[in-house]
């Protein structure tokens, strides 16, 4: 299946791991994935830093994408909830780390989230 990303250049340039369009064409598998906390395995502990929380959701979609035969590189879409603005830059260099060059389309909002631990939540849809 192939994923098609389009950044057409009269758009402004994507910048921080994401393309502004993700095609996905011919027969397909489609992942939707609820929004990931970085809540441990308990259910209940948490890392307090986001460094923390972040990773830890990282390796859940990871678990996840895998359950499915999938990788991050089947990732179409992103989309990240900041519980504070100055979370962007540590997200954008996490983002780069788990992403490497797969871009997929991206959205991050910045709002409070629904508990109050929470640095981060992050939903995805992935394809093959």
Excluded at 71 to 83: D, G, I, K, P, Q
């Amino acid at each position: 299946m192939p994923i098609i990303e389009h950044n057409p250049p009269a758009v402004f340039p994507p910048y921080r791991a994401y393309s502004h369009a993700v095609e996905v064409r011919g027969e397909s598998r489609l992942l939707f994935i609820s929004g990931l906390n970085g809540y441990e395995n308990d259910g209940k502990t948490m890392p307090e830093s986001f460094d923390g929380q972040a990773e830890l959701i990282w390796k859940h979609l990871a678990t996840i994408l895998a359950s499915a035969g999938m990788t991050v590189s089947n990732l179409v879409a992103l989309r990240t909830y900041l519980a504070d603005p100055k979370y962007d830059e540590a997200n954008g260099l996490m983002r780069l780390k788990h992403l490497g060059t797969h871009r997929p389309a991206s959205t991050v909002v910045c709002c409070r989230l629904l508990e109050p631990r929470w640095k981060l939540e992050v939903e995805a849809t992935a394809a093959t």
